[in-house]
């Protein structure tokens, strides 16, 4: 099935995304240094099923970040995505950074929204200015030299895919590095093959939202999160949980952490989040 992928303009700017699928419409928010051209978090999704619509969220992609810069904004300029669309109720999937758009849609369009799932998902401020991965993600991810980070990480992982991967499988797992399935190894370059923070990383490390927000959540929610993952940490679906009446956590085991996508044990939870919206 072929996906589109496609720029349109709308009141409150242009937006970037990719379409692919029929049936339920289920929206993907996709996390840091991604765009609408993320496929990972699809897995498992049969394409006669389900509508899977993945918009580059601004600073991403071909989407600009213009004034688009809080999760509100961002939220509000999805939704004149589904209007021209002509969707009128989605399921929600916000991913890792993408968690605090994800949860101003939920929580200001509740006749739009009618679930939402936060993967591996913020759901608070994530970084202080005092800590040390958010001064180094201010200079390694400026607009100004990403493209080349991410150019030596691709041409790196061509030379030296193990290094490279179990590098990238520290960032993102708590569990001790060891010998990695060539399988999961190649998962992980195609994803971060299509990589690039532009400006939206930079922008996503400053955002928050209001306890407000969240408390107004009203439709079923699933959270699922690793207690290994080593990106974000324990306490955002502990927040998210204690803050959203009708939801539901659960906490993963598995090998690759924040990446619960990837490896043997990702079949469970990819079952886990289709049980949860088909019922």
């Not at 971060?192 to 490390?205: A, Q, V």
């Not at 408390?215 to 999160?225: A, E, F, V, W």
Request: hydrophobic share 35%.
């Amino acid at each position: 099935m072929n996906k589109k992928n496609k720029v349109i303009s709308t009141i409150l700017g242009e937006i970037e995304y990719c379409s692919i699928g029929k049936g339920i419409p289920i929206v993907f928010i996709h996390g840091g240094h991604s765009n609408c051209n993320e496929t990972l978090c699809h897995k498992g999704f049969n394409l006669d099923e389900f509508q899977l619509i993945t918009p580059s969220r601004p600073g991403y992609g071909n989407t600009p970040l213009d004034n688009n810069k809080s999760p509100r904004q961002a939220a509000d300029l999805i939704i004149e995505l589904l209007k021209y669309l002509s969707i009128e109720n989605v399921i929600i999937y916000g991913i890792s950074a993408g968690g605090l758009t994800a949860i101003e849609l939920a929580a200001n369009y509740p006749n739009k929204i009618s679930k939402l799932i936060l993967a591996s998902s913020i759901s608070k401020k994530w970084l202080s200015k005092n800590e040390k991965t958010y001064k180094i993600a201010k200079v390694i991810f400026n607009p100004k030299i990403e493209k080349v980070v991410w150019g030596a990480v691709r041409l790196f992982s061509k030379s030296f895919p193990n290094m490279i991967a179990k590098s990238f499988y520290s960032q993102f797992s708590k569990n001790p590095i060891h010998k990695l399935k060539k399988k999961d190894v190649k998962e992980l370059f195609f994803t971060l093959e299509h990589y690039n923070s532009k400006k939206g990383f930079l922008n996503d490390i400053d955002q928050d939202i209001n306890d407000d927000v969240i408390r107004k959540i009203k439709c079923s929610t699933l959270i699922i999160h690793s207690e290994n993952d080593n990106s974000v940490s324990l306490e955002h679906p502990k927040y998210a949980s204690k803050m959203i009446k009708n939801s539901k956590l659960e906490i993963l085991q598995n090998e690759w952490g924040h990446l619960f996508w990837i490896g043997a044990d990702s079949k469970k939870a990819i079952e886990k989040t289709l049980e949860f919206i088909k019922n």
